[in-house]
């Protein structure tokens, strides 16, 4: 069991709260999601439930309980790990931090959690170091470690990132069949869809000035459409109490005005003019009173997930043209063979994705296309790597976009990143400061203001939020040009691909 009441969380720099007053108990069979934008505090959440604290940027505030030990998916294993033994990963925790011995007894769980977990038990017994592996391996490895362990509550963040299709599904049954609870954080709009019972639900509100925390006891798509009904009633009365406080100040106008006519026709007449004043007073007051009615009004509801950027028009790939005539005998990683006979030929403007297991070399075949299509004049290619390895040094993030320091295109940068809901003092923060949903959000604002219209994906959506991933499909379906893309994002796929092809060790097919 997890039991919070009154949890708050607050930065220490600046005081502002990402989480405020959360009350929530979990209990067996309960699987919670926290969903909210980019920079809400979902990961931070997670981490001061595990241990308040070692968290030394926040504040956290209120009671937490647990009945148990509490095991931890992390989002990103980082680059601290690179150089341990993947068997000293199993039995430490901390790269530079002791043996713990007590952990051998878990070892003989290993096998069969490698078995379901798709993972060849051939790398644990060959003794690799963590650089070794793909992304998608090493959450695999760091979710082994979690599964092998007796916990009584889970907390993972974002545990589908980097998964294959196979690996994925069986992380929904896991979790759908699991009794302990868990509380998760996901943007996978189907991870969550199939999984969550519950909802808790990080939202800044009032220009992303105040937070503003909620749970909901029901499924993901429940959640969403009561969400939604809410909004639409909040914004229909809004809307309809300035109507008819607009519709009262013109019927007030229309008497008073036609009574202070009458008033100044009667100079001849005293006792009229007497009456009038009277009635002219007593109408201020009337006016007054509709005035007051402003302060009771309903704000307008903020649409949280509307993200307003898009493409120009302007920018596009004309249909007959050759895009990429991509042939390979061999891919390699490492004077290691991946996969062989690789032929990929896109014209016009075609979105093609790509899907294969863990390390079967998709975002090597990714930066090999890079290299082959950035020295072209023809077109305007953008790549985003999985890691957004342009974004982890000390970048001010307004440098990012505008390295030229042009200035029209600096005052369209700021416009943009409003409409992204970067405040302005994020604006000019450093690149690794950011979360992985805002480098993401970043990476496609430059892609617009380059103009680019050659657009190489890898892991597009991984660190989206589900309320901002819906937008970021619409607006790639209606961008004119090409896209190449390595995603295991089945909700993306369905919405914006036109054509999938498969990679493995022997074969790259059309699926």
Known sequence: MLELRNLSIRLKKTGFELVKELSITLNRGDKVAVIGHEGTGKSTLLKALLDRDLQTHVDVFGEMRCRGTIGYLEQDLGKTWNQCRIQDYFVKDTPDGPIRYERYENLKHLSEVFERLVFSEKSYHDNKTLSQF????LVKLNLAKLLIQDVDVFLLDEPTN??????????????QTENRPILFVSHDEKLLENTANGIVHLQRVQKR????????????????????RVYRSKLMQARKQRSDYKKKMERFRQIYQKVAHEQDQTVRNPSKARLLKKKIKHMKSIEKNIEREKDRFIPIPEKEDHIDIFFSDSVSIPKGKRVIDYRRKELKRDNRVLSKDIELSIVGPEKVAIIG?????????????????????????????????????????????????????????????????????????????????QRAKLYFLKMILDENDVLLLDEPTRNLSPLSAPEV???????????I?????????ENVIDTLYSLDETTFSKV
């Not at 980097?162 to 979790?175: K, P, V």
């Not at 937070?211 to 798509?221: D, H």
């Not at 499909?473 to 896209?483: T, V, Y």
Request: aromatic content about 10%.
């Open 357 to 437: 297991k863990n390390g079967v070399g998709k975002s090597t075949l990714m930066a090999d296309l890079y290299e082959e299509l950035k020295t072209r004049d023809d077109i305007s290619v953008a790549y985003m790597p999985q890691d957004y390895e342009d974004l982890n040094e000390d970048v001010p993030v307004l440098e990012f976009l505008n390295a030229d320091y042009d200035r029209k295109k600096e005052a369209k940068a700021r416009k943009m990143l409003g409409a992204l809901a970067f405040e302005r003092e994020e604006m000019t923060v450093s690149t690794r400061s950011l979360s992985g949903g």
């Open 485 to 493: 893309a390595i995603t295991h994002d089945r909700t993306f796929i």
């Open 134 to 137: 793909s992304g998608g391996e």
């Open 209 to 228: 000035t105040k937070a503003k925390t909620y749970s909901e006891w029901c499924g993901y798509q429940e959640y969403r459409d009561l969400r939604l």
């Open 473 to 483: 499909h619409e607006m790639l379906l209606n961008f004119k040009g090409a896209i």
């Open 162 to 175: 980097d998964l294959d299709f196979e690996t994925i599904l069986f992380l929904e049954s896991f979790i």
